[in-house]
């Protein structure tokens, strides 16, 4: 009986063991796949780039120039005032 309990002990101790020693190594994992998932939504992301030619003319295209310097612009806008054309609802009634 007390062979049992001490192998089981024995047992228990070594995977919790396991379980601290590799907690760091778990946490890192999950750190660099949620980077990647962002980095992939980030890539996923509708772009078009902006620059400027020789000529210094403004150029948007949804390919970046070759050996210039651009900009990311996102093709969606920015989070802001969302205006609905349901005008009826906040008039008042006339008779």
Known sequence: ???S???LLGAG???GGW???TRE???LERIEQERQAAAAA???RPVLYRWRDAQGHLQ???QPPKGRKYE???MEPRAGIEVHGNRDADLPEVD
């Open 72 to 74: 990311r612009v996102d």
């Open 1 to 3: 009986m007390r062979l």
């Open 5 to 7: 309990v001490a192998l």
């Open 13 to 15: 101790l070594g995977v």
């Open 42 to 44: 980030e890539a996923a």
């Open 19 to 21: 379980w601290w020693s």
């Open 25 to 27: 190594e778990r946490e």
């Open 60 to 62: 948007v295209s949804a």
